[in-house]
């Protein structure tokens, strides 16, 4: 396999890993939304929460909606940040490989015009 190829397809890996991290971010959202709109509805007294954590824990501890609610927050403030660090991170190191294979390209097509140009001479 020559370096062409490898880099080639690294940066098809990083591509589709990168991808994987948009839908980890998606995953995310969707389990953050569901948690915010389960806890706007479950809860008796929402202006005792600020964003989605509460700050009367007697209360939150007696309804399992608040619960449910507050672990679907939890659980996809992690994914949408794991979702976004993984994004970057794949984007970079696909930007990486892209850019060394543009170097090992123009090497070769350099290494290639000075053959022909020997031919050349040689006639």
Same mark, same amino acid.
């Given at each position: 396999?020559? @370096?062409?190829?490898?880099?080639?397809? *690294?940066?098809?890996?990083?591509?589709?890993?990168?991808?994987? !991290?948009? +839908?980890?971010?998606?995953? $995310? &959202?969707? /389990?953050?939304?569901? $948690?915010?709109? =389960?806890?706007?509805?479950?809860?008796? %007294?929402?202006?005792?929460?600020?964003? /989605? /954590?509460?700050?009367? &824990?007697? *209360?939150?501890?007696?309804?399992?909606? #608040?619960? @449910?609610?507050? #672990?679907l927050d939890l659980v !996809?403030?992690? +994914?949408?940040?794991? $979702?976004?660090?993984?994004?970057?991170?794949?984007?970079?190191?696909?930007?990486?490989y892209m850019n060394e294979?543009? *170097?090992?390209q123009s090497a070769e097509? =350099? %290494?290639? /015009?000075?053959? %022909?140009?020997?031919? @050349?001479?040689? *006639?």
């Amino acid at each position: 396999m020559s @370096l062409r190829d490898y880099l080639h397809e *690294k940066a098809e890996e990083s591509r589709h890993n990168e991808t994987i !991290g948009y +839908l980890i971010a998606i995953i $995310g &959202s969707i /389990f953050m939304i569901g $948690g915010i709109l =389960e806890t706007l509805i479950a809860v008796e %007294k929402p202006h005792s929460w600020f964003l /989605f /954590f509460p700050y009367n &824990s007697e *209360k939150f501890m007696g309804d399992p909606y #608040s619960l @449910l609610g507050l #672990s679907l927050d939890l659980v !996809g403030l992690v +994914l949408l940040a794991l $979702g976004i660090i993984l994004c970057v991170h794949y984007a970079l190191e696909r930007a990486w490989y892209m850019n060394e294979l543009r *170097k090992t390209q123009s090497a070769e097509e =350099e %290494k290639m /015009f000075k053959r %022909k140009r020997k031919k @050349l001479k040689i *006639k």
